[in-house]
């Protein structure tokens, strides 16, 4: 199918004002609006879907529209109103994130399987597999293409709601403890001296401000 075709099967996207309106009924409990929010963003799955036909996978457009699907439903049920940002934006978020989770779960077991597998046998005649030449630490070292993905995202979610959910001084500390928006990292000893506090108080300020970008990163559903 082509790609045109494809997206034709889905309806038109809602305005933004049809979803609020939708929205606002979901939160009084009408199902109808659940169903209809559903229906309406389908065509955002398989917007998403395109991105990963590419892949070297033997998916179809089908299992990823069904996957995708899932993580639309989820976005329906947890998504808040009162967030300032649309709901499609944190749909999509909601649809990525499900479609690279199959992909980390498949690429674990492939990982798996051929690690296992049996590729002769040692002197005693027991079969040998390449787990057991290169030990079970290799799959750690293999590179993962996805989780790099999901580390460039949770990097970009981090960086867009930093000055969002930190004060000031906590934006400050993280600055130069982990070497952000291009400064030099220090020691939290170092850290202290620059800003006439105690290590003690820093160490407690960074632990509450990634505590907070942890829970952004949750509400993203990036971790």
Known sequence: MCRGAFLKTFEKPLSA??????????????????????????????????????????????????????????????????????????????????????FRQDKKKEREVSLNEPIGKDKEGNEISLKD???????????????????????????GNIEKVLAPREIEILKYRYGLFGAKECTQNELADRLGISRSYVSRIEKKALGKLREVLIEWKLI
């Open 133 to 159: 030449i290169i030990g079970e630490d290799s799959e750690k070292k293999q590179p993962d293409a996805v989780e790099d993905y999901m580390f460039y995202e949770q990097i970009k979610c981090i960086y």
């Open 17 to 102: 004002q049809e979803e609020k309106e939708l929205l606002i009924k979901l939160r009084e409990g009408d199902s109808a609006a659940r169903n209809a929010l559903i229906e309406k963003n389908m065509r955002l799955v398989a917007h998403i879907v395109k991105k990963y036909t590419s892949t070297e996978r033997d998916y179809i457009n089908e299992d990823l529209i069904s996957v995708g699907t899932i993580g639309l439903i989820k976005a329906v049920d947890s998504f808040d109103i009162e967030r300032n940002v649309r709901f499609s934006t944190y749909a999509a978020k909601c649809i990525d994130n499900e479609i690279l989770m199959l």
